[in-house]
């Protein structure tokens, strides 16, 4: 008999069991004092966990109270373009909602044209498709790590550091370097005796807005032969190589960090995904065709994963389209609508980490303690952001996050900015001179 059949059929005595203390749970009460903030505001904030019941291009409706959206990853305005919108019911007509093989056991032709156009795009050797970034650095990483060792930036996107972990169960060893530090990645690579060497880190920062100095870490890590792979989730569709005839400091065709750093692909392994800036459920990893050939058979999704939807695929197809066509227009507007938040801050001496001018702007706030009074001043006044509280970021950098798309109105940016400068005149964000507080103090 099993163990939970014979625990089944166990009696027990009829009493209550004595209530659990507190001092007797410390693997739970450890997580509930660390997630405390976070719990609360979830419990209690309008903004969290928020249930939307309508929109109307950027403005949103939760209950009773419109707010502007500003918490979105729809940079390019994708999820809103008539012209991609109309694209759908033909691919559905041609292909049902959702031909559910995994893609080792039949993929639509509509992968092979993304994989072939997105090679084309990125100027890599060749790429795949699999669902999300997700599924891509769970199964991924592990596969590159083998049992050897992995350098993961100290401030890697969650799913990275989950990734990671999946490898670190599997038999590869991890260390951290510290985040936008070359330098230190070169000192741990210098010290490591392991020949297998995996560097992993972020593209974009899903919350400084700043994009790393790929460069630098790519001459790191070919001077060591460790492969750098890179999360680039918020930057794929936003930033791309550079030109004469650029419309912004993005820079143009959104083709991602490593062109916009004029970077090649050379021991470089780029991750990126559609999910944000084309507002599409898919995503995709740039690698030489061996590897893509090996992960055909080896990384987990391929086969054992569902698709992603058609209507998914087909808005990836005209966004695609709208990329060429009007790509970098989008992108000036979203460069323009973020350059006045950006000015704004400037202006009032509010700090923010975004030195990049890219469309990712955190705003700490003065005091941790009261980012639900920020947070419900900023629902009052009809603005809606991340709130970013601990243990999400250190204490130090609790505040909110804003980010902005291309399908932002002006209107929306001005409520934004009269929202942040009541902030800033009630003393509720952190001066950007940092000699300021101490004065003031
Ligand atoms: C840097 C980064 N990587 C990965 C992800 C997850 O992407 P996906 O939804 O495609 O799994 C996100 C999502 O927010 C992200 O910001």
């Not at 027990?12 to 001092?23: D, E, K, L, Q, R």
């Not at 980012?371 to 952001?385: F, K």
Request: with cysteine; net charge negative; hydrophobic share 40%.
């Amino acid at each position: 008999m099993s163990l939970q059949a014979r625990l089944s059929t166990t009696r027990v005595p009829n009493f209550a069991p004595p209530a659990p203390t507190p001092a007797k749970r410390p693997w739970v009460d450890h997580w509930l004092e660390t997630c405390r903030d976070l719990t609360e505001l979830k419990q209690a904030h309008p903004m969290m966990d928020a249930v939307i019941e309508e929109i109307d291009g950027r403005m949103i409706r939760v209950g009773d109270h419109w707010l502007a959206d500003f918490a979105s990853c729809n940079y390019l305005g994708f999820d809103l373009d008539r012209e991609i919108i109309d694209a759908v019911p033909a691919y559905l007509e041609a292909w049902g909602t959702h031909p559910s093989w995994s893609r080792l056991l039949g993929s639509p032709v509509l992968y092979e044209e993304i994989e072939e156009r997105l090679t084309a795009l990125l100027g890599s050797e060749d790429s795949l498709l699999l669902p999300t970034i997700t599924h891509i650095h769970m199964s991924v990483i592990p596969l590159l790590a083998a049992s050897g060792t992995i350098f993961m930036d100290s401030r890697a996107h969650k799913t990275i550091y989950d990734g990671c972990q999946v490898a670190r169960s599997r038999g590869a060893a991890v260390r951290r370097f510290r985040f936008e530090d070359p330098g230190h990645l070169d000192e741990l690579l210098r010290a490591e005796r392991d020949p297998t060497r995996l560097v992993c880190m972020d593209g974009v920062n899903s919350m400084t807005g700043n994009a790393p100095d790929i460069r630098a870490f790519a001459a790191v890590c070919r001077e060591h032969g460790a492969l750098l792979y890179v999360d680039d989730a918020h930057g794929f569709g936003v930033v791309g190589e550079r030109s004469p005839h650029e419309t912004s400091v993005y820079g143009t065709r959104g083709n991602s960090v490593v062109r916009h750093f004029d970077e090649t692909y050379d021991n470089v392994v780029l991750v990126g995904g559609f999910s944000k800036a084309y507002s599409s459920l898919l995503a995709f990893i740039a690698c030489p065709t061996d590897v893509k050939d090996l992960l055909k058979v080896a990384a987990t999704p391929y086969l054992y994963s569902g698709p992603s939807p058609v209507a998914s695929l087909a808005t990836v197809l005209a966004g695609m389209d709208v990329n060429e066509t009007r790509g970098d227009e989008l992108r000036r507007v979203l460069a323009d609508r973020t350059r006045r938040v950006l000015d704004c801050l400037d202006r009032l001496g509010v700090a923010t980490p975004n030195r990049s001018g890219f469309p990712i702007v955190e705003i700490p706030v003065r005091d941790h303690r009261r980012i639900a009074a920020v947070g419900q001043m900023l629902w009052d006044r009809g603005v809606y952001v991340t709130l970013a509280a601990f243990p999400l970021v250190p204490k130090a950098e609790v505040g909110f996050r804003v980010q902005l798309t291309a399908a932002n109105t002006d209107a929306e940016v001005d409520t934004l900015i009269a929202a942040i400068e009541e902030l800033a005149e009630a003393g509720e964000l952190t001066s950007s001179d940092p000699d300021a507080l101490e004065r003031a103090a």
